[in-house]
């Protein structure tokens, strides 16, 4: 590549600035990011320390001990069973959706693009107001939802005020909002799939469910995974939707992982608390995102091939 | 999958309808109530049937919340705002930090670019808490604290990744042999670029802008951490809003519809570019 600019006209000042080139173009976007990266070592140091906003004369190191104190503490426990629970009950119902949408729309028709038009607008509304859709729409005075229920003979039926259905029902506003995120990925997939091993099955008459398990879903895996995973890595991580409809409540059955630090820090104001719980997510999202970084490159190398 | 019999017809046509009716209900639900008085939305049975008035927007519009027995304050204007000051603004800085970058990526490899470019993709992932709780006791000390340009930089988390593999991605599309031309016929690295290299990727530049601006709108929890009523965005302003008007269930409504909108109009526009814009530019639409 050098080679050819060394072709341009002469210019020594030119020549200089061209190999530094590439560093001066990409610099600044590091360094905004590296600002924003100092509060990630700041974040490793507050979760070894014994630190609450409350008794500041009692900061000290405590090493280990955040961490330590996790592995007898109930409510830790509880944190990682919530966070596991949502993430594993939302991707899993929103993976069968939005695989199964996908698979209704998969052919190009002017009312199928229509459709899947029309279901991303729920991705695109902010988590947060989409809680508080739902939230009035399971008001137990006037929401419709709570009279639906009522009609179906569940009385005094609370949704997200009643520990029992709360998880119940921040799910159901997750698979709301990121079903479609999961459908549009797999329609492009499913899209894009090269016809003719379809049009041989079709030839031989194969039987459809076996076209599905051995030619479809095998195909499809690339984008399975990057859909996935995203979604595993950000759902993991959900505070929006948890924090707008209950704050974590009602009792301890929400608070997720985020929740639970921003409680820790905000109201009983435990920063190294807080801190060591941010460090435990960020521990799984790391690991998570690498393995999604592979796939993505992958599927994204496979696509840039076929453009 | 040509032959469908008729019971496999009828059975589509009621999946589909089941998941329409699921996502778009509560849409249009939301937009009913935005339009009615506090009196039909708490009457039992509800019905879809009612005297549609504007009185929400207007109140929301005008500032003012007039109830039968008070009068009260909204800033519901304010946020709308700060929404679009915060966006708008993010996706203008985004974007000058991040296509010359995307840019230095695709052309001009050099050593570290794709430690550099991951670095700058795992933001994407990292959980935001990690870093904002420690830097809210930054911002107090720096003077940041409650200011737009906190916000922005803070901003940048999302943004940035978005903007810059995006860009990339067309940025590679586009045969080099057209830029070495040029370039051999004596234009400087500089015109090469704002002559032919931008223009090219214009689309897709504007497609991650149009992206970014909607994540940066519908972002929460940057904005409930690092700033206060005056700056907060309408994902914030709306849950303050919630408590403050105790009941006011229709302006509630509208305010949500009025902070959705403009994402669902950039969302229409920009339909073409979400699938690619959705997988940070991995997968094509």
């Known amino acids: 590549m050098s080679d050819v600019s060394t072709g341009a006209p002469p210019r020594r000042r030119f020549k200089v600035s061209r190999r530094m080139l590439p560093y001066v173009l990409s610099l600044p976007a590091l360094l905004v990011c590296i600002g924003i990266l100092i509060p990630f070592f700041t974040a490793v140091l507050y979760s070894l320390q014994r630190y609450r906003l409350s008794q500041p004369w009692a900061r000290k190191f405590n090493w280990g001990e955040n961490y330590l104190n996790f592995l007898s503490d109930s409510s830790f426990w509880n944190t990682l069973k919530v966070s596991l629970t949502y993430a594993f009950a939302t991707v899993g119902i929103e993976l069968l959706l939005g695989l199964g949408i996908a698979l209704l729309l998969q052919k190009r028709s002017r009312f199928n693009n229509f459709v899947s038009i029309m279901l991303l607008m729920p991705l695109m509304t902010a988590p947060a107001l989409a809680a508080l859709m739902w939230k009035l729409m399971t008001n137990p005075g006037f929401g419709i939802l709570s009279y639906f229920a009522d009609l179906l003979g569940f009385t005094n039926f609370n949704w997200a005020s009643d520990p029992q259905t709360a998880m119940l029902t921040v799910v159901i506003v997750d698979v709301w909002v990121y079903t479609p995120f999961i459908m549009i990925l797999l329609l492009a997939g499913l899209r894009s799939l090269p016809q003719q091993p379809f049009e041989a099955a079709a030839l031989d008459g194969v039987p459809r469910w076996f076209v599905f398990y051995r030619i479809t879903l095998p195909m499809l895996t690339p984008f399975l995974l990057t859909a996935v995973l995203f979604r595993v890595i950000e759902s993991i991580q959900q505070f929006d939707i948890i924090y707008a409809m209950t704050q974590g409540g009602p009792g301890d059955s929400l608070t997720v992982f985020q929740v639970e630090a921003y409680l820790n820090f905000f109201q009983s104001t435990n920063v190294g608390r807080s801190a060591a719980l941010m460090m435990i997510l960020w521990a799984i999202t790391f690991f998570l995102s690498n393995i999604f970084i592979k796939n993505w490159l992958r599927l994204r190398e496979r696509q840039r091939g076929e453009a | ?285």
Request: charged fraction near 10%; glycine fraction near 8%; hydrophobic fraction near 55%.
């Open chain 2, 1 to 285: 999958m040509n032959t469908t019999s008729p019971l496999e017809r009828v059975l589509r046509g009621i999946a589909i309808t089941l998941v329409i009716l699921f996502f778009m209900f509560p849409i249009f639900w939301i937009v009913l109530m935005s339009f009615q008085t506090n009196a039909t939305i708490l009457q039992v049975p509800p019905s879809i049937f009612f005297e549609p008035t504007l009185q929400n927007y207007r109140g929301l519009i005008t500032g003012q919340l007039v109830t039968d027995t008070s009068s009260l304050e909204i800033k519901f204007m304010g946020n709308l705002f700060n929404s679009l000051f915060l966006s708008t603004t993010s996706v203008a800085v985004g974007l000058v930090l991040g296509v010359p970058a995307a840019y230095a990526f695709a052309r001009l490899k050099f050593r570290g670019s794709e430690d550099i470019a991951f670095t700058l993709l795992s933001f994407r992932f990292a959980p935001p808490l990690l870093v904002l709780l420690p830097l809210t006791i930054y911002f107090q000390q720096l003077g940041l604290a409650n200011t737009y340009g906190g916000l922005i930089w803070v901003y940048q988390l999302i943004v940035l990744p978005l903007i810059l593999w995006i860009v990339r991605g067309y940025f590679e599309d586009i045969p080099a042999d057209i830029e070495y031309a040029y370039r051999i016929a004596g234009h400087r690295w500089w015109t090469t670029f704002r002559k032919i290299a931008l223009p090219l990727a214009g689309p897709g530049i504007a497609a991650a802008a149009l992206l970014a601006f909607i994540f940066a709108w519908n972002n929460f929890i940057f904005a409930l951490v690092l700033a206060s009523a005056d700056k907060q965005p309408v994902t914030v302003g709306a849950l303050a809003f919630i408590t403050a008007s105790g009941v006011q269930y229709g302006q509630i409504a509208a305010g949500i519809i009025l902070s959705i909108a403009p994402t669902f109009a950039l969302a229409l526009y920009a339909q073409r570019y979400l699938v690619e814009g959705l997988s940070l530019g991995a997968v094509k639409g």
